[in-house]
Structures are given as C-alpha cells and as structure tokens.
C-alpha cells in the first residue's frame, strides 16, 4: 500500500524542483587550465586522480591533457566562474593545496586561438608562440612600461582573456612570463604554449562532436 504513495512523491519532486531544469539543460564543453602543478617536485597530482576528481563533481567526458593541468569537460552549467570555484573547492579537498584555476568555455578558447597575431606567421616559429591566459580583463594596461623588457625579436600582444607572446630566445630566457604579466596587470594568470594551447581546442572540439 505504501509504494503508490512513494511513487506518487517521486514523481512530485522531480516534476516541482530543479531536477528537470537541470536534466534539460544543453551541455556545454569546457577547458580547465591548473597552474603550478607537477612543478619542480611541488603540488604534485597523477592526471589519473586529476580526472577522478573532476568526474567527482559530476562532470562528463573528462579528458586530461600531459602533466601540467589540463583538463576537458562537460557540464550543463553557464558560469567559468561558478566552475572555477567548484574546481578548487575540490582540489583542496582531494589533495590538500590551493591551485589557481581558469576555466574557458569553448568559444572562448575558439576565440583565442582565432585571434592570436603571431599564428601561421611564416617568419614565426611556433615553437616560440606562448598564450597566458588572463582571469579577468586587466583594469589598466601601460604597454609603454611592458615594452622596455622587451629584448630583440621579442614581441607581445594584448588582447582581450590573453597575451600572446613570442619568445624566439626561448620561454626559459625572455622576462615576458607569467609572474611578469600577473605583477604588470594585476591579475591572475596561466600560460601554455601554442601547441598546448592548439591540443586544448581540437580535444574541446572533439568532445562538442
């Protein structure tokens, strides 16, 4: 006698909360880009349990890419944001440390790549070709000041959620890194080379299919 009752509950939550809402909403894809991990010894995490902990939060189709913190998804929600905090939440809580963590949708990071000025340059390696990519949109920019660090044959572009950069002297050698760009601009930032940067998008794509 009680199971027509229960079904009848069942039935009245599912149809009167956010479950369905949920349910029904399209999912989106999206790249999760960790900074400061699996370097030189410190904040060390397997991409194994990097994965385990993303599916963790209900997240689909979780893809991890090489040792740095690279990270594909699915999830129906709208927010990098609301991710981003969820991320974190979570990694503190499986491995015990904060890491900076940015979170771009697939258009986001489509854009990026787009317009990136130093692409398909013939005069360019790419191997020389880096992308930090900004949390937020700088407040103030004085290029001017950026500039004088600049050594021969460098170059840099500022656009909007990136700085591309291109180092012909190698990442290793050129003041124009991350900490340099995060100290300039007052923002939170993480860098990836080109080729990263071109495996992220195409594994996004791959995952839209």
């Given at each position: 006698?009680?199971?027509?009752?229960?079904?009848?509950?069942?039935?009245?939550?599912?149809?009167?909360?956010?479950?369905?809402?949920?349910?029904?909403?399209?999912?989106?894809?999206?790249?999760?880009?960790?900074?400061?991990?699996?370097?030189?010894?410190?904040?060390?995490?397997?991409?194994?349990?990097?994965?385990?902990?993303?599916s963790s939060l209900g997240f689909e189709q979780v893809q991890t890419?090489?040792?740095?913190?690279?990270?594909?998804?699915?999830?129906?929600?709208?927010?990098?944001?609301?991710?981003?905090?969820?991320?974190?939440?979570?990694?503190?809580?499986?491995?015990?440390?904060?890491?900076?963590?940015?979170?771009?949708?697939?258009?986001?990071?489509?854009?990026?790549?787009?317009?990136?000025p130093f692409a398909g340059d013939e005069n360019r390696e790419a191997?020389?070709?880096?992308?930090?990519?900004?949390?937020?949109?700088?407040?103030?920019?004085?290029?001017?000041?950026?500039?004088?660090?600049?050594?021969?044959?460098?170059?840099?572009?500022?656009?909007?959620?990136?700085?591309?950069?291109?180092?012909?002297?190698?990442?290793?050698?050129?003041?124009?890194?991350?900490?340099?760009?995060?100290?300039?601009?007052?923002?939170?930032?993480?860098?990836?080379?080109?080729?990263?940067?071109?495996?992220?998008?195409?594994?996004?794509?791959?995952?839209?299919?």
């Amino acid at each position: 006698m009680l199971i027509l009752p229960t079904v009848f509950w069942l039935f009245h939550f599912i149809y009167t909360t956010n479950f369905v809402a949920y349910c029904c909403k399209g999912m989106n894809t999206y790249v999760a880009i960790l900074r400061g991990i699996n370097v030189s010894g410190k904040n060390k995490i397997k991409m194994d349990a990097l994965k385990s902990s993303f599916s963790s939060l209900g997240f689909e189709q979780v893809q991890t890419y090489i040792q740095s913190g690279n990270v594909v998804f699915r999830n129906p929600e709208t927010s990098s944001g609301n991710l981003e905090e969820l991320i974190n939440k979570q990694i503190r809580k499986d491995f015990g440390f904060e890491v900076p963590v940015l979170v771009l949708d697939k258009k986001e990071l489509a854009n990026i790549v787009k317009n990136n000025p130093f692409a398909g340059d013939e005069n360019r390696e790419a191997q020389f070709l880096h992308v930090t990519f900004l949390k937020e949109h700088p407040a103030n920019v004085n290029e001017e000041k950026i500039a004088v660090h600049v050594k021969a044959g460098e170059e840099f572009a500022i656009s909007d959620g990136a700085i591309y950069v291109y180092c012909p002297h190698g990442y290793g050698k050129t003041k124009l890194n991350n900490n340099f760009f995060e100290s300039q601009l007052k923002v939170s930032a993480t860098t990836r080379n080109w080729k990263t940067t071109l495996k992220l998008l195409e594994m996004a794509n791959e995952a839209d299919a």
